[in-house]
């Protein structure tokens, strides 16, 4: 059984930074493509970044492009994402979630609709005030 808990969320301000951290227990993350999601307030889940297996290739949501990094600790087990210039409608809840497939393929099924990760944490709040 693996288990995601992510960190690191809290109150910053227009301009700030924040580094999410996503800890994994229970089996090694090293053979799934990892993804940061978030949810906005009365809004859907929505994709922000993914990084493939071997962390050699990553994907962003075009509103976080050039200022959100992905990143994944092999050693630790664990993903990051660094985000940086964070603006009041990055406010959301942030996930982080594991899938078997590969990047490629879990980038064309999102964008296809009906897809879910096949492990999800429980979230973590980043709110950014103006």
């Known amino acids: 059984q693996v288990y995601l808990v992510e960190s690191g969320g809290g109150l910053v301000q227009t301009g700030g930074s924040l580094r999410l951290s996503c800890a994994c227990s229970?089996?090694?993350?090293?053979?799934?493509?990892m993804a940061w999601f978030r949810r906005a307030p009365g809004k859907e889940r929505v994709f922000v970044a993914g990084?493939?297996?071997?962390?050699?290739?990553?994907e962003y949501a075009d509103s976080v492009k050039g200022r959100f990094t992905i990143s994944r600790d092999m050693t630790n087990n664990t993903v990051y994402l660094q985000m940086s210039s964070l603006i009041p409608e990055d406010t959301a809840v942030y996930y982080c979630g594991a899938t078997p497939l590969t990047l490629h393929f879990m980038m064309h099924s999102y964008k296809r609709g009906g897809f879910d990760m096949h492990l999800w944490g429980k979230g973590t709040l980043v709110t950014v005030s103006s």
């Open positions: 229970g089996d090694p993350l090293s053979p799934y493509t």
């Open positions: 990084i493939s297996a071997n962390g050699e290739d990553t």
